[in-house]
Nanobody, 125 residues
Framework: QVQVVESGGGLVQAGGSLRLSCTASGLTFDHYAIGWFRQAPGKERQGVSCIKWSGGSAYYADSVKGRFTISRDNAKKTLYLQMNSLKPEDTAMYYC??????????????????WGQGTQVTVSS
């Protein structure tokens, strides 16, 4: 059984930083892409960043380029999202998701079958 777990959310002032973590069990990492999505109240789920565990370039939404960095620790099988220069509009529930069918550059939530429960990020102005 696949289980995805996020952590690291919280409340931070605008301009601050947070680092989210994501671990997954029950899947072969090399066969998957792991990504971050976010959803604010009343809005659609939005892709933030994604990377293939086996390697290759990371992909970022335009709204976070230059501020967010996705990385992975192979030994710990953990994915990170370093979020710097946070803005109030970054406030959302952040989800980690896994897909074996991710097309690079395409953020389609329906192609990600495995999801975590989410971690709340709140940025105050």
């Amino acid at each position: 059984q696949v289980q995805v777990v996020e952590s690291g959310g919280g409340l931070v002032q605008a301009g601050g930083s947070l680092r989210l973590s994501c671990t997954a069990s029950g899947l072969t990492f090399d066969h998957y892409a792991i990504g971050w999505f976010r959803q604010a109240p009343g809005k659609e789920r939005q892709g933030v960043s994604c990377i293939k565990w086996s390697g290759g370039s990371a992909y970022y939404a335009d709204s976070v380029k230059g501020r967010f960095t996705i990385s992975r620790d192979n030994a710990k099988k953990t994915l990170y999202l370093q979020m710097n220069s946070l803005k109030p509009e970054d406030t959302a529930m952040y989800y980690c998701a896994a897909s074996s069918a991710w097309r690079v550059g395409i953020f389609d939530p329906t192609s990600f079958p495995y999801w975590g429960q989410g971690t709340q990020v709140t940025v105050s102005s």
